[in-house]
């Protein structure tokens, strides 16, 4: 899910598809493919078995993958010949592979499991849970796939687009910078396996909501320090925390580190209790998928950082609309760049 992190957190991206025209464009984007993935589901559930959780999650990942390559398109705005000739079959293999196939089977896990946390299982009543699991899937993936499109566009228009969110930039960090982000890796991993053992405390479902509180919380914490450690390489990270307002360090923590280290972590629950078909999380799985959630997460935080600073070395100007976006709009507000272009930006009120 570090395409969706990247659109809303980094400037270059954010800016492109927080634009009034694209929010509208991608209301239709979303509610057409969620109105025919109630039509598939409705037909599927006469056909397969989706009291199965395989099956679903089969189903989820056929709809999303042709989600994904039609608003991908819709956001390209080009004929899929003239796409396959401008883009190339490693890209739209990735928006279909991974933004499509991947990333609809982790919404599907996310889903079931959020409705496993409050009472509603998939196990005992499967209609409901899987039919939101397709609508809800698909929705997502066709909002995401149409604002990846519509990056490539503008991108291949002429506008500077430093970062482009499909891992590339993230695998040559690690090539370059393995050494100031294995730190931040290996606390991440200790500071998940040690929240998710907490869930010993209790036992049953109880156990599961305590891990997943205990990895939110401090997933989200150690995201947003590894942001600033990414965002000041040269500087201390705790002068980045210092120098920040409280209110909006709540809100950085909160989105993307809260919610994504909460997502993830749902997504293992998923992956454990509908997948791997265990009744109660083990602690060896607790602990483990703890770890791996925050050492996730610990990664994608520096890496957000770097990537702004790389963007803010660049030079990028900067627009309000940005502001749109609660995890930028302190910290961006920092950079000499920035402040020139609020003042100097028609429509700014200051």
Known sequence: ????????????????VTEDSVRKQKRIVMFVPGFVAFGVYRLAKHLVP??????????????????????????????????????????????AGWIGAVYGVQLSLLVLAILWMAGYSYLQHPDGPAMMAIIISCTSVARDAFEIGHVRKV??????????????ALRRMLGSHAAQVGPWVAAGLAIGAAAASFGQVVGGQQAALVQ????????????LCAYFGGLKPQASWMAGLAETKTTELLKYWWWPGL??????????????????????LSMTFAVT???????????????????????EQQGRSLSPALLRCPFVMGILGKSANMSASIATAPGSKG
């Open 1 to 16: 899910m570090l395409h969706r992190m990247a659109l809303r957190v980094l400037p270059s991206l954010s800016l492109v």
């Open 50 to 95: 989706l009291d199965d959780a395989l099956v679903l999650l089969s189903v989820s990942s056929l709809v999303a993958v042709v989600t994904a390559l039609v608003a991908y398109r819709v956001g390209r705005a080009a004929s899929w010949s003239a796409m396959i000739r401008e883009d190339g079959s490693r890209l739209l293999g990735w928006v």
């Open 155 to 168: 991108a291949l228009m002429g506008k500077p687009m430093p970062t482009f969110p499909d891992g590339a």
């Open 212 to 223: 997943l509180a205990a990895v939110t919380i401090l997933g989200g914490a150690i995201a």
């Open 259 to 280: 919610a994504f280290a909460a997502t993830y972590y749902l997504v293992a629950i998923g992956l454990a209790v509908f997948v791997l078909k265990q009744p109660e």
């Open 289 to 311: 998928g703890g770890a791996l959630v925050t050492g996730l997460i610990a990664l994608y935080g520096y890496y957000l950082g770097y990537r702004r600073n790389v963007e």
